[in-house]
């Protein structure tokens, strides 16, 4: 297993190590809407996931960004940062 997980790079095997988290925090989500059993419930419970989303991505895109900032000019870097601006407002708003 350890010959595996040698063979990616880490900031990729952390990468996916965060997206695999945001979705043990679905699966879980998931798990508790039906278990309760109601809407109420269910709403705040995916209000909570609207919450841990952004964060998830902005905590893996800042992972990737630096992996990657050596080998990229500034201007990508900003046009990289403008488009991840976007989405979040897009998401927020």
Do not use: C, H
Not at 59 to 72: A, N, P, Q, R
């Amino acid at each position: 297993m350890k010959q595996i997980l040698e063979t990616f790079d880490s900031t990729v095997l952390n990468m996916a190590g965060l997206r695999l988290l945001s979705a043990s925090f679905e699966i879980t989500a998931v798990i508790l809407m039906l278990y309760f059993n109601s809407i109420q419930k269910a709403i705040v419970i995916n209000g909570s996931l609207a919450l841990v989303g952004p964060i998830i991505f902005i905590f893996t895109m800042s992972l990737g960004l630096m992996g990657i900032v050596e080998d990229i000019s500034f201007q990508k870097l900003v046009f990289i940062a403008i488009g991840v601006a976007f989405i979040l407002f897009g998401v927020l708003k």
